[in-house]
């Protein structure tokens, strides 16, 4: 299996990354590749990334030690635990429980968790304040009723914990979660153990790594994605998901597992966990933020589980992770892994938006060189296209991808940046066409 992930990691210009292997008994592999960063040392056992939504299942797992507490009931109202939560519709507000929101089926948009990547505030009830704000916010479908995968569902679930245990989530999974399982490099913070060695994440332009360092860190998405953890701490964390947990007992760890929510494709959706169809006993799910992506995967049956986390973000040009999650678990159930398609050397969008841009300059140039020979009528159309050129670009295309501007420009810089390019190039040349009516020029 390493040189299966060395050989797809080379191919797909991925820095870095570890992959852990477990069983009942313990880890029973580790393994590095490439770097963890400019010193160009090899990623170990303890070096930390984000695990992006591969902590959906630890907030998942936290909701289920209060609830074998006694302080959580999954299908009780959301309201018995947030009595001020609304959304739109009040009636919809009443009906939310938090196993619709563990399964994704709430009802709350997948795009209302994808508006909040550049957000740095870690002060107190910073996920209260964000939850408050969907007070305004009309559901996608009526509770239970719909699978919609969204970062908000486990924000709310993370403000459910804060509210029922009186500690911030960070500091309920360090002292809950982590402590007790022995993750000493995992934080959903980036207050790092002393000596901890941080990889470095890589964001791709035009296809290639690029080293991001200063990349904002949002406290209020951390029970959505913002967990740092290593590979020997995610073994661990593993181990206690195939039965042998210090942490939570058989049933709710069953009840974790169990697919909740269909699809609507060959993934079903337990809680923080994926089912798949093409195989049955195994349960997976991927995570990315800027910078870094990971997958994992568990046998409950068969009694094993692996982790491979990357130091690179690669949404764009082929996301590597979604297609060797899948392969890793095929070898681990006795399946041959195979290839995954060659990763694309431009992603569509940025070509497209390089072409646009060409054809933007060209136009430019065309009406520059004939100006004398166009008419008002000619600019004007030119001016009003720039215009909705620049705002389809700004508004359109972020809105119909259900997120916002500034998670583009994190995520995918390249084409976040020449959407920007576009959008000012379009509302420059409508200006000049303004102007150049409006000097008599045309």
Same mark, same amino acid.
């Given at each position: 299996?390493?040189?299966? /992930?060395?050989? $797809?990691?080379?191919?797909?210009?991925?820095? *870095?990354?570890?992959?852990?292997?477990?069983?009942?008994?313990?880890?029973?592999?580790?393994?590095?590749?490439?770097?963890?960063?400019?010193?160009?040392?090899?990623?170990?056992?303890?070096?930390?990334?984000?695990?992006?939504?591969?902590?959906?299942?630890?907030?998942?797992?936290?909701? &289920?030690?209060?609830?074998?507490?006694?302080?959580?009931?999954?299908?009780?109202?959301?309201?018995? %635990?947030?009595?001020?939560?609304?959304?739109?519709?009040?009636? #919809?507000?009443?009906?939310?429980?938090?196993?619709?929101?563990?399964?994704?089926?709430?009802?709350?948009?997948?795009? $209302?968790? $994808?508006?909040?990547?550049?957000?740095?505030?870690?002060?107190?009830?910073?996920? $209260?304040?964000?939850?408050?704000?969907?007070?305004?916010?009309?559901?996608?479908?009526?509770?239970?009723?719909?699978?919609?995968?969204?970062?908000?569902?486990?924000?709310?679930?993370?403000?459910?914990?804060?509210?029922?245990?009186?500690?911030? %989530?960070?500091?309920?999974?360090?002292?809950?979660?982590?402590?007790?399982?022995?993750? *000493?490099?995992?934080?959903?913070?980036?207050?790092?153990?002393?000596?901890?060695?941080?990889?470095?994440?890589?964001? %791709?332009?035009?296809?290639?790594?690029?080293?991001?360092?200063?990349?904002?860190?949002?406290?209020?998405? =951390?029970?959505?994605?913002?967990?740092?953890?290593? =590979?020997?701490?995610?073994?661990?964390?593993?181990?206690?998901?195939? !039965?042998?947990?210090? /942490?939570? *007992?058989?049933?709710?760890?069953?009840?974790?597992?169990?697919?909740?929510?269909?699809?609507?494709?060959?993934?079903?959706?337990? &809680?923080?966990?994926?089912?798949?169809?093409?195989?049955?006993? /195994?349960?997976?799910?991927?995570?990315?933020?800027?910078? %870094?992506?990971?997958? &994992? !995967?568990?046998?409950?049956?068969?009694?094993?589980?692996?982790?491979?986390?990357?130091? !690179?973000?690669?949404?764009?040009?082929?996301?590597?992770?979604?297609?060797?999650?899948?392969?890793?678990?095929? @070898?681990?159930?006795?399946?041959?892994?195979?290839?995954?398609?060659?990763?694309?050397?431009?992603?569509?969008?940025? =070509?497209?938006?390089?072409?646009?841009?060409?054809?933007?300059?060209?136009? #430019?140039? /065309? &009406?520059?060189?004939?100006?004398?020979?166009?008419?008002?009528?000619? @600019?004007?159309?030119? *001016?009003?296209?720039?215009?909705?050129?620049? !705002?389809?670009?700004?508004?359109?295309?972020?809105?119909?991808?259900?997120?916002?501007?500034?998670?583009?420009?994190? @995520?995918?810089?390249?084409?976040?940046?020449?959407?920007?390019?576009?959008?000012?190039? #379009?509302?420059?040349?409508?200006?000049?066409?303004?102007?150049?009516?409006?000097?008599?020029?045309?």
């Amino acid at each position: 299996m390493d040189k299966y /992930v060395q050989s $797809e990691l080379e191919r797909a210009h991925m820095p *870095g990354g570890a992959l852990v292997v477990v069983d009942r008994t313990g880890i029973v592999h580790l393994q590095g590749f490439g770097v963890s960063g400019p010193s160009g040392a090899r990623p170990g056992p303890d070096t930390m990334f984000q695990i992006g939504s591969n902590a959906k299942s630890l907030t998942a797992l936290a909701i &289920m030690q209060q609830v074998e507490a006694g302080k959580l009931q999954l299908d009780a109202p959301l309201q018995r %635990y947030l009595p001020w939560f609304r959304v739109a519709d009040a009636s #919809a507000s009443a009906q939310i429980t938090l196993r619709h929101l563990l399964n994704q089926t709430s009802g709350l948009p997948h795009s $209302e968790g $994808e508006q909040d990547f550049a957000a740095t505030d870690d002060g107190d009830g910073v996920l $209260e304040r964000l939850v408050r704000q969907l007070a305004d916010v009309k559901l996608a479908s009526p509770p239970g009723q719909r699978w919609a995968y969204s970062n908000i569902n486990f924000v709310v679930l993370g403000c459910v914990l804060e509210a029922v245990s009186g500690e911030r %989530y960070a500091d309920y999974l360090q002292r809950h979660v982590f402590t007790p399982l022995g993750m *000493g490099h995992s934080v959903a913070s980036e207050r790092f153990p002393p000596g901890a060695e941080v990889a470095t994440g890589h964001r %791709y332009w035009f296809g290639r790594p690029v080293a991001a360092d200063g990349l904002p860190f949002p406290p209020v998405l =951390a029970p959505a994605g913002y967990v740092y953890s290593s =590979a020997r701490d995610m073994g661990g964390y593993l181990r206690a998901h195939l !039965g042998r947990s210090a /942490v939570l *007992g058989v049933a709710g760890l069953d009840e974790l597992h169990r697919k909740g929510a269909n699809t609507g494709q060959r993934y079903g959706y337990a &809680m923080g966990w994926a089912t798949d169809s093409e195989l049955p006993a /195994v349960l997976t799910h991927e995570g990315g933020t800027p910078g %870094y992506t990971s997958a &994992m !995967g568990i046998n409950v049956e068969q009694g094993w589980g692996y982790a491979l986390l990357l130091n !690179g973000s690669d949404i764009m040009t082929g996301g590597l992770v979604t297609d060797l999650g899948p392969q890793i678990a095929k @070898f681990m159930s006795g399946q041959q892994p195979s290839p995954r398609p060659a990763s694309r050397a431009l992603a569509p969008a940025v =070509a497209m938006l390089c072409a646009l841009l060409a054809i933007q300059v060209m136009v #430019a140039l /065309v &009406m520059l060189h004939f100006r004398r020979w166009l008419g008002r009528v000619a @600019f004007a159309a030119a *001016g009003i296209a720039g215009v909705a050129l620049a !705002g389809g670009l700004l508004l359109v295309v972020p809105a119909r991808q259900q997120i916002s501007l500034s998670g583009i420009l994190l @995520f995918a810089p390249d084409a976040g940046w020449l959407l920007v390019a576009n959008a000012v190039l #379009a509302l420059a040349g409508a200006a000049a066409a303004i102007l150049s009516i409006r000097a008599g020029r045309a």
